[in-house]
Protein backbone atom coordinates (compact mmCIF):
# COMPACT_ATOMS: atom_id res chain seq x y z
CA UNK A 1 0.00 0.00 0.00
CA UNK A 2 0.61 3.72 -0.41
CA UNK A 3 0.76 5.51 2.85
CA UNK A 4 1.64 9.10 3.24
CA UNK A 5 3.16 10.27 7.11
CA UNK A 6 2.44 13.63 7.49
CA UNK A 7 4.98 14.56 10.93
CA UNK A 8 7.81 13.02 11.46
CA UNK A 9 8.37 13.81 14.96
CA UNK A 10 8.41 10.63 17.42
CA UNK A 11 4.92 9.07 16.23
CA UNK A 12 5.10 9.86 12.57
CA UNK A 13 8.65 8.81 12.05
CA UNK A 14 8.16 5.32 14.23
CA UNK A 15 4.71 4.49 12.71
CA UNK A 16 6.29 5.42 8.91
CA UNK A 17 9.04 3.19 9.69
CA UNK A 18 7.38 0.40 10.81
CA UNK A 19 4.74 0.12 7.93
CA UNK A 20 7.95 0.53 5.45
CA UNK A 21 8.87 -2.24 7.56
CA UNK A 22 5.95 -4.34 6.56
CA UNK A 23 6.20 -4.08 3.53
CA UNK A 24 4.42 -0.83 2.06
CA UNK A 25 5.51 2.54 0.59
CA UNK A 26 5.56 4.62 2.69
CA UNK A 27 6.84 9.00 2.43
CA UNK A 28 7.52 10.62 5.38
CA UNK A 29 5.89 14.21 5.01
CA UNK A 30 7.91 17.02 7.66
CA UNK A 31 7.64 21.27 6.53
CA UNK A 32 11.62 21.16 8.80
CA UNK A 33 14.23 21.11 5.82
CA UNK A 34 16.84 20.16 7.71
CA UNK A 35 15.23 17.10 9.55
CA UNK A 36 14.10 16.29 6.33
CA UNK A 37 17.77 16.36 5.03
CA UNK A 38 19.00 14.48 8.40
CA UNK A 39 16.89 11.80 8.17
CA UNK A 40 17.77 11.10 4.23
CA UNK A 41 21.42 10.74 5.59
CA UNK A 42 20.03 8.32 8.14
CA UNK A 43 20.24 10.77 11.19
CA UNK A 44 17.53 10.21 13.44
CA UNK A 45 16.72 12.96 15.56
CA UNK A 46 15.05 10.98 18.67
CA UNK A 47 16.75 8.52 20.77
CA UNK A 48 14.51 5.39 20.34
CA UNK A 49 16.13 2.13 21.02
CA UNK A 50 15.99 0.20 17.47
CA UNK A 51 14.62 3.03 15.71
CA UNK A 52 17.71 3.57 13.42
CA UNK A 53 18.07 0.18 12.04
CA UNK A 54 14.57 0.06 10.59
CA UNK A 55 14.93 3.42 9.24
CA UNK A 56 18.52 2.41 7.80
CA UNK A 57 17.11 -0.72 6.24
CA UNK A 58 13.58 0.64 4.99
CA UNK A 59 15.33 3.56 3.38
CA UNK A 60 18.10 1.62 1.14
CA UNK A 61 15.56 -0.97 0.40
CA UNK A 62 13.34 1.89 -1.14
CA UNK A 63 10.35 1.69 0.79
CA UNK A 64 10.91 4.54 3.04
CA UNK A 65 11.19 7.96 2.08
CA UNK A 66 11.44 11.90 3.70
CA UNK A 67 10.29 15.13 2.08
CA UNK A 68 9.21 18.41 2.33
CA UNK A 69 6.72 18.10 -0.70
CA UNK A 70 3.52 17.06 0.73
CA UNK A 71 1.42 17.70 -2.68
CA UNK A 72 3.27 15.24 -4.37
CA UNK A 73 3.49 12.15 -1.09
CA UNK A 74 -0.72 12.86 -0.60
CA UNK A 75 -1.77 12.71 -4.33
CA UNK A 76 -0.07 9.18 -4.30
CA UNK A 77 -1.22 7.62 -1.55
CA UNK A 78 -4.10 6.00 -0.16
CA UNK A 79 -3.55 6.48 3.40
CA UNK A 80 -2.63 9.39 4.68
CA UNK A 81 -1.82 9.48 8.55
CA UNK A 82 -1.60 12.97 10.12
CA UNK A 83 0.74 12.77 12.77
CA UNK A 84 2.00 16.37 13.59
CA UNK A 85 2.12 17.59 17.11
CA UNK A 86 -1.05 18.35 19.54
CA UNK A 87 0.49 20.07 22.50
CA UNK A 88 -1.13 22.25 25.02
CA UNK A 89 -2.26 25.31 24.25
CA UNK A 90 -0.88 27.91 26.30
CA UNK A 91 -3.15 29.33 29.04
CA UNK A 92 -5.81 26.70 29.18
CA UNK A 93 -4.58 23.14 28.73
CA UNK A 94 -6.82 22.69 25.81
CA UNK A 95 -4.78 20.26 22.83
CA UNK A 96 -3.65 22.74 20.00
CA UNK A 97 -4.95 21.61 16.90
CA UNK A 98 -3.88 24.08 15.30
CA UNK A 99 -1.22 21.50 13.17
CA UNK A 100 -3.74 18.97 12.79
CA UNK A 101 -6.05 21.42 11.18
CA UNK A 102 -3.21 23.30 9.13
CA UNK A 103 -2.01 19.94 8.01
CA UNK A 104 -6.04 18.73 7.13
CA UNK A 105 -6.46 21.81 4.95
CA UNK A 106 -3.02 20.91 2.93
CA UNK A 107 -4.11 17.50 2.58
CA UNK A 108 -7.31 17.94 1.35
CA UNK A 109 -5.76 20.08 -1.58
CA UNK A 110 -4.10 17.42 -2.87
CA UNK A 111 -6.14 14.33 -2.78
CA UNK A 112 -6.11 12.16 -6.02
CA UNK A 113 -8.96 10.02 -6.04
CA UNK A 114 -10.60 8.06 -2.82
CA UNK A 115 -8.09 8.03 -0.13
CA UNK A 116 -8.19 7.68 3.90
CA UNK A 117 -7.29 10.24 6.03
CA UNK A 118 -6.41 9.01 9.45
CA UNK A 119 -5.24 11.24 12.34
CA UNK A 120 -3.07 9.66 14.49
CA UNK A 121 -1.91 12.62 16.50
CA UNK A 122 -4.11 12.09 20.13
CA UNK A 123 -6.90 15.00 19.45
CA UNK A 124 -9.55 15.40 21.62
CA UNK A 125 -13.39 13.85 20.93
CA UNK A 126 -14.87 15.64 17.74
CA UNK A 127 -12.16 16.75 16.14
CA UNK A 128 -12.33 14.22 13.10
CA UNK A 129 -15.62 16.23 12.54
CA UNK A 130 -13.40 19.05 12.45
CA UNK A 131 -11.23 17.89 10.32
CA UNK A 132 -13.57 16.35 7.58
CA UNK A 133 -15.70 20.00 7.72
CA UNK A 134 -12.00 21.55 7.34
CA UNK A 135 -11.25 19.06 4.27
CA UNK A 136 -14.37 19.26 2.61
CA UNK A 137 -14.28 23.26 2.42
CA UNK A 138 -10.85 22.83 1.05
CA UNK A 139 -11.80 20.71 -1.41
CA UNK A 140 -16.01 20.45 -1.70
CA UNK A 141 -14.96 17.76 -4.93
CA UNK A 142 -12.18 15.29 -2.84
CA UNK A 143 -13.35 11.10 -2.19
CA UNK A 144 -11.89 11.03 1.66
CA UNK A 145 -12.92 9.15 4.50
CA UNK A 146 -11.45 10.75 7.98
CA UNK A 147 -10.56 7.72 10.22
CA UNK A 148 -9.34 8.00 13.81
CA UNK A 149 -6.66 5.60 14.78
CA UNK A 150 -5.15 6.71 17.84
CA UNK A 151 -1.65 5.46 18.84
CA UNK A 152 -0.67 3.50 22.26
CA UNK A 153 3.13 3.49 22.11
CA UNK A 154 5.15 3.61 25.02
CA UNK A 155 8.52 6.31 24.24
CA UNK A 156 11.82 4.23 24.53
CA UNK A 157 9.67 0.57 23.78
CA UNK A 158 7.75 2.08 20.60
CA UNK A 159 9.03 -0.61 17.89
CA UNK A 160 7.74 -3.16 20.03
CA UNK A 161 5.18 -1.80 21.32
CA UNK A 162 3.47 -1.25 17.04
CA UNK A 163 5.16 -5.13 16.26
CA UNK A 164 3.22 -5.85 19.07
CA UNK A 165 0.43 -3.87 20.09
CA UNK A 166 -2.34 -4.90 22.83
CA UNK A 167 -5.04 -3.93 20.57
CA UNK A 168 -5.89 -1.06 17.04
CA UNK A 169 -8.08 1.10 17.58
CA UNK A 170 -10.31 2.25 14.79
CA UNK A 171 -12.70 4.67 14.45
CA UNK A 172 -14.73 4.92 11.37
CA UNK A 173 -17.95 4.61 9.61
CA UNK A 174 -16.87 4.33 6.30
CA UNK A 175 -16.37 0.82 4.64
CA UNK A 176 -14.54 1.74 2.31
CA UNK A 177 -11.97 2.80 5.05
CA UNK A 178 -11.91 0.06 7.12
CA UNK A 179 -11.29 -2.30 4.34
CA UNK A 180 -8.20 -0.33 3.51
CA UNK A 181 -7.15 0.21 7.48
CA UNK A 182 -7.35 -3.35 8.07
CA UNK A 183 -5.14 -3.92 5.26
CA UNK A 184 -2.46 -1.65 6.14
CA UNK A 185 -2.81 -3.37 9.78
CA UNK A 186 -2.87 -7.21 8.40
CA UNK A 187 0.69 -7.98 9.05
CA UNK A 188 -0.36 -7.29 13.14
CA UNK A 189 -3.82 -8.92 13.30
CA UNK A 190 -2.66 -12.09 11.36
CA UNK A 191 -0.13 -12.38 14.51
CA UNK A 192 -3.50 -12.36 16.98
CA UNK A 193 -2.96 -8.69 17.79
CA UNK A 194 -6.73 -7.38 18.36
CA UNK A 195 -8.23 -4.70 15.80
CA UNK A 196 -11.71 -3.19 16.72
CA UNK A 197 -13.43 -0.57 14.99
CA UNK A 198 -15.70 1.89 16.42
CA UNK A 199 -17.11 5.38 15.66
CA UNK A 200 -14.73 7.76 15.09
CA UNK A 201 -15.63 10.15 18.28
CA UNK A 202 -14.98 6.21 20.68
CA UNK A 203 -11.93 5.72 19.15
CA UNK A 204 -11.02 9.63 20.14
CA UNK A 205 -11.61 8.98 23.35
CA UNK A 206 -10.32 5.77 24.18
CA UNK A 207 -7.13 7.23 23.69
CA UNK A 208 -7.38 9.83 26.40
CA UNK A 209 -9.84 7.28 28.44
CA UNK A 210 -7.18 4.75 28.12
CA UNK A 211 -4.15 7.53 29.26
CA UNK A 212 -6.08 8.81 32.27
CA UNK A 213 -6.70 5.49 33.14
CA UNK A 214 -2.87 4.50 33.37
CA UNK A 215 -1.85 8.25 35.02
CA UNK A 216 -4.64 7.39 37.26
CA UNK A 217 -3.37 4.12 38.24
CA UNK A 218 0.11 5.67 39.16
CA UNK A 219 -1.07 8.44 41.17
CA UNK A 220 -3.24 6.15 43.19
CA UNK A 221 -0.11 3.81 43.94
CA UNK A 222 2.08 6.87 44.99
CA UNK A 223 -0.68 7.55 47.32
CA UNK A 224 -0.56 4.44 48.44
CA UNK A 225 3.26 4.67 48.93
CA UNK A 226 2.62 7.95 51.26
CA UNK A 227 0.42 5.65 53.36
CA UNK A 228 2.50 2.81 53.38
CA UNK A 229 5.30 4.99 54.74
CA UNK A 230 3.51 5.65 57.79
CA UNK A 231 1.73 3.13 58.43
CA UNK A 232 4.30 0.69 57.97
CA UNK A 233 3.89 -1.21 55.25
CA UNK A 234 5.18 -2.34 52.27
CA UNK A 235 3.68 -0.47 48.81
CA UNK A 236 5.74 -3.07 46.73
CA UNK A 237 4.58 -5.66 48.56
CA UNK A 238 0.99 -4.33 48.21
CA UNK A 239 1.17 -3.56 44.24
CA UNK A 240 1.85 -6.94 44.22
CA UNK A 241 -1.07 -8.53 46.52
CA UNK A 242 -3.57 -5.99 44.40
CA UNK A 243 -1.82 -6.81 41.02
CA UNK A 244 -2.15 -10.40 41.05
CA UNK A 245 -5.87 -9.64 40.86
CA UNK A 246 -6.18 -10.06 37.20
CA UNK A 247 -8.70 -7.28 37.62
CA UNK A 248 -6.46 -5.19 38.46
CA UNK A 249 -3.00 -6.45 36.83
CA UNK A 250 0.26 -5.91 37.83
CA UNK A 251 1.16 -2.92 35.41
CA UNK A 252 1.66 0.58 36.04
CA UNK A 253 1.40 0.21 40.04
CA UNK A 254 5.02 1.04 40.52
CA UNK A 255 5.26 3.82 43.05
CA UNK A 256 7.96 6.33 42.16
CA UNK A 257 8.36 10.66 41.90
CA UNK A 258 5.31 11.40 39.94
CA UNK A 259 4.65 10.52 36.18
CA UNK A 260 5.92 12.60 33.76
CA UNK A 261 6.51 12.99 30.08
CA UNK A 262 5.06 14.51 27.01
CA UNK A 263 1.38 12.41 27.00
CA UNK A 264 0.28 11.30 30.51
CA UNK A 265 0.67 15.76 31.87
CA UNK A 266 -1.16 16.93 28.52
CA UNK A 267 -3.59 14.20 28.02
CA UNK A 268 -4.88 13.92 31.36
CA UNK A 269 -5.37 18.04 31.56
CA UNK A 270 -6.73 18.08 27.81
CA UNK A 271 -9.22 15.37 28.90
CA UNK A 272 -10.31 17.23 32.10
CA UNK A 273 -10.86 20.28 29.92
CA UNK A 274 -13.11 18.11 27.46
CA UNK A 275 -15.13 17.17 30.33
CA UNK A 276 -15.87 20.66 31.52
CA UNK A 277 -17.13 21.38 27.39
CA UNK A 278 -19.48 18.77 27.54
CA UNK A 279 -20.32 20.05 31.55
CA UNK A 280 -19.23 16.35 32.90
CA UNK A 281 -16.62 16.71 35.57
CA UNK A 282 -14.43 14.17 35.67
CA UNK A 283 -13.46 14.48 39.14
CA UNK A 284 -10.90 11.41 39.38
CA UNK A 285 -9.04 12.82 36.33
CA UNK A 286 -8.83 16.19 37.72
CA UNK A 287 -7.39 14.50 41.19
CA UNK A 288 -5.28 12.72 39.07
CA UNK A 289 -3.66 16.11 38.14
CA UNK A 290 -3.65 17.39 41.39
CA UNK A 291 -2.12 14.37 42.71
CA UNK A 292 1.04 13.93 40.35
CA UNK A 293 1.85 17.93 40.41
CA UNK A 294 2.00 18.17 44.11
CA UNK A 295 4.16 14.68 44.14
CA UNK A 296 6.93 15.64 41.83
CA UNK A 297 7.96 18.61 44.23
CA UNK A 298 7.00 16.33 47.17
CA UNK A 299 9.59 14.32 46.51
CA UNK A 300 12.23 17.14 47.69
CA UNK A 301 11.48 16.79 50.87
CA UNK A 302 11.83 13.36 51.05
CA UNK A 303 15.22 14.01 49.59
CA UNK A 304 16.26 16.90 52.36
CA UNK A 305 14.72 14.71 55.54
CA UNK A 306 16.51 11.84 54.38
CA UNK A 307 20.02 14.54 54.36
CA UNK A 308 19.10 15.56 58.36
CA UNK A 309 16.67 18.28 57.15
CA UNK A 310 19.40 20.86 55.73
CA UNK A 311 20.98 20.70 52.42
CA UNK A 312 22.07 24.23 52.43
CA UNK A 313 25.45 24.42 51.03
CA UNK A 314 25.15 20.65 50.76
CA UNK A 315 25.93 18.77 47.66
CA UNK A 316 23.21 16.39 46.09
CA UNK A 317 23.51 13.96 43.42
CA UNK A 318 21.27 13.46 40.88
CA UNK A 319 21.00 9.98 38.89
CA UNK A 320 18.68 10.04 35.81
CA UNK A 321 16.80 13.18 34.31
CA UNK A 322 14.52 12.04 32.10
CA UNK A 323 11.14 11.02 32.88
CA UNK A 324 12.33 7.79 32.34
CA UNK A 325 14.73 5.58 30.92
CA UNK A 326 15.58 4.64 27.47
CA UNK A 327 14.18 8.33 25.89
CA UNK A 328 16.29 11.63 25.93
CA UNK A 329 13.06 13.03 26.45
CA UNK A 330 12.78 15.37 29.34
CA UNK A 331 9.17 16.61 28.91
CA UNK A 332 7.65 17.08 32.46
CA UNK A 333 10.41 14.82 33.47
CA UNK A 334 10.11 14.79 37.39
CA UNK A 335 13.95 15.29 37.89
CA UNK A 336 13.12 19.07 36.77
CA UNK A 337 10.73 19.92 39.55
CA UNK A 338 12.63 18.19 41.64
CA UNK A 339 16.30 19.60 40.91
CA UNK A 340 14.49 23.39 41.26
CA UNK A 341 12.61 22.74 44.34
CA UNK A 342 16.76 21.11 46.07
CA UNK A 343 18.38 24.49 44.59
CA UNK A 344 15.18 26.59 46.28
CA UNK A 345 16.45 24.75 49.62
CA UNK A 346 20.03 25.58 48.95
CA UNK A 347 21.64 22.50 47.52
CA UNK A 348 24.10 22.70 44.80
CA UNK A 349 23.53 19.83 42.37
CA UNK A 350 25.68 17.27 40.42
CA UNK A 351 24.05 14.84 38.11
CA UNK A 352 24.19 12.24 35.19
CA UNK A 353 22.06 10.83 33.08
CA UNK A 354 22.87 8.17 29.98
CA UNK A 355 20.68 10.16 27.21
CA UNK A 356 19.27 12.88 28.41
CA UNK A 357 22.08 15.74 29.59
CA UNK A 358 22.14 17.83 25.99
CA UNK A 359 18.70 18.32 26.56
CA UNK A 360 18.83 19.22 30.16
CA UNK A 361 22.09 22.04 30.11
CA UNK A 362 19.72 24.92 28.57
CA UNK A 363 17.25 23.77 31.12
CA UNK A 364 19.01 23.37 34.01
CA UNK A 365 21.76 26.12 33.91
CA UNK A 366 23.22 25.94 37.68
CA UNK A 367 23.84 22.19 37.55
CA UNK A 368 27.02 20.47 37.22
CA UNK A 369 26.83 17.79 34.59
CA UNK A 370 29.30 14.22 34.99
CA UNK A 371 30.72 11.63 33.07
CA UNK A 372 29.07 9.05 35.26
CA UNK A 373 27.24 7.78 38.91
CA UNK A 374 30.28 8.27 40.73
CA UNK A 375 31.50 11.48 39.08
CA UNK A 376 28.22 12.66 40.15
CA UNK A 377 28.22 11.32 44.14
CA UNK A 378 31.88 12.49 44.20
CA UNK A 379 31.42 15.24 47.40
CA UNK A 380 27.70 14.43 47.73
CA UNK A 381 26.10 14.63 50.72
CA UNK A 382 23.36 12.40 49.55
CA UNK A 383 22.65 10.67 45.89
CA UNK A 384 18.94 10.80 44.61
CA UNK A 385 17.84 8.31 41.67
CA UNK A 386 14.99 10.14 39.73
CA UNK A 387 15.26 7.71 37.05
CA UNK A 388 15.95 3.87 37.17
CA UNK A 389 17.84 3.47 34.17
CA UNK A 390 19.74 0.17 34.34
CA UNK A 391 23.16 1.88 34.82
CA UNK A 392 22.20 2.67 37.83
CA UNK A 393 20.55 -0.66 39.47
CA UNK A 394 23.93 -1.99 40.16
CA UNK A 395 26.11 0.64 41.51
CA UNK A 396 29.14 -0.35 43.00
CA UNK A 397 28.10 0.67 46.47
CA UNK A 398 31.67 0.54 48.89
CA UNK A 399 32.97 3.08 45.92
CA UNK A 400 30.23 5.19 45.85
CA UNK A 401 30.76 5.32 49.84
CA UNK A 402 34.49 6.25 49.31
CA UNK A 403 33.44 8.99 47.10
CA UNK A 404 30.81 10.76 49.12
CA UNK A 405 31.04 13.00 51.80
CA UNK A 406 27.75 11.59 53.77
CA UNK A 407 26.44 7.98 52.63
CA UNK A 408 22.80 8.31 52.02
CA UNK A 409 21.21 6.91 49.28
CA UNK A 410 17.52 8.02 48.22
CA UNK A 411 16.10 5.65 45.64
CA UNK A 412 12.90 7.17 44.24
CA UNK A 413 12.05 4.36 41.89
CA UNK A 414 12.87 1.56 44.73
CA UNK A 415 15.06 -0.20 42.66
CA UNK A 416 17.23 -1.49 45.75
CA UNK A 417 16.81 -3.94 48.51
CA UNK A 418 16.83 -1.83 51.92
CA UNK A 419 18.85 -4.43 53.63
CA UNK A 420 21.60 -4.72 50.77
CA UNK A 421 22.18 -0.80 50.97
CA UNK A 422 21.92 -0.61 55.03
CA UNK A 423 24.38 -3.42 55.36
CA UNK A 424 27.16 -1.20 52.80
CA UNK A 425 26.80 1.57 55.62
CA UNK A 426 24.46 3.87 54.05
CA UNK A 427 21.40 5.72 55.50
CA UNK A 428 18.45 4.44 52.62
CA UNK A 429 15.09 5.93 51.57
CA UNK A 430 13.05 4.18 48.94
CA UNK A 431 8.87 5.12 47.99
CA UNK A 432 6.54 3.65 50.48
CA UNK A 433 8.70 0.92 52.33
CA UNK A 434 10.09 1.61 55.59
CA UNK A 435 11.56 -1.29 56.63
C1 LIG B 1 2.28 6.72 27.52
C2 LIG B 1 1.41 5.47 27.38
O1 LIG B 1 1.94 4.42 28.20
C3 LIG B 1 1.34 5.01 25.94
O2 LIG B 1 0.44 3.91 25.82
C4 LIG B 1 0.81 6.16 25.08
O3 LIG B 1 0.80 5.83 23.70
C5 LIG B 1 1.72 7.36 25.25
O4 LIG B 1 1.76 7.73 26.64
C6 LIG B 1 1.16 8.47 24.41
O5 LIG B 1 0.07 8.96 24.72
O6 LIG B 1 1.75 8.77 23.36
P1 LIG B 1 4.93 7.20 27.64
O7 LIG B 1 4.55 8.60 28.00
O8 LIG B 1 5.97 6.96 26.62
O9 LIG B 1 3.62 6.39 27.15
O10 LIG B 1 5.48 6.52 28.96
P2 LIG B 1 4.98 5.48 30.06
O11 LIG B 1 5.82 4.28 29.99
O12 LIG B 1 3.53 5.31 30.02
O13 LIG B 1 5.40 6.27 31.39
C7 LIG B 1 4.81 7.52 31.73
C8 LIG B 1 5.28 7.97 33.10
O14 LIG B 1 4.71 7.19 34.13
C9 LIG B 1 6.78 7.92 33.32
O15 LIG B 1 7.21 9.12 33.95
C10 LIG B 1 6.98 6.72 34.22
O16 LIG B 1 8.12 6.81 35.02
C11 LIG B 1 5.71 6.78 35.04
N1 LIG B 1 5.33 5.46 35.63
C12 LIG B 1 4.93 4.45 34.83
C13 LIG B 1 5.35 5.30 37.00
O17 LIG B 1 5.71 6.22 37.77
N2 LIG B 1 4.97 4.09 37.52
C14 LIG B 1 4.56 3.07 36.75
O18 LIG B 1 4.22 1.99 37.30
C15 LIG B 1 4.54 3.25 35.36
Known sequence: MRIAMIGSGYVGLVSGACFADFGHDVVCVDTDIAKVEALRQGEIPIYEPGLSSIVTVNAAAGRLVFTTDLTAAVSQAEIVFIAVGTPSRRGDGHADLSFVYAAARDVAEALDGFTVVVTKSTVPVGTGDEVERIMRGANPEADFAVVSNPEFLR??????????????????????????????YRPLYLNEAPIMFTSRRSAELTKYAANAFLAMKIAFINEMAD??????ANVQDVARGMGLDKRIGPKFLNAGPGYGGSCFPKDTVALVKTGQDHDVPLRLVETTVAVNDHRKRSMSRKVIAAMGGDVRGKTIAVLGLTFKPNTDDLREAPSLAIIQALEDAGARIRTFDPKGMDAARELLPGVTFCEDAY????????????????????LD???LKVLMATPVLVDLRNIYRRKEVEAEGFHYESVGTLA
Open 155 to 184: EGSAIEDFRRPDRIVVGTGDQRARTLMAQV
Open 227 to 232: LCERAG
Open 375 to 394: DAATGASGVVIVTEWNAFRS
Open 397 to 399: LPR
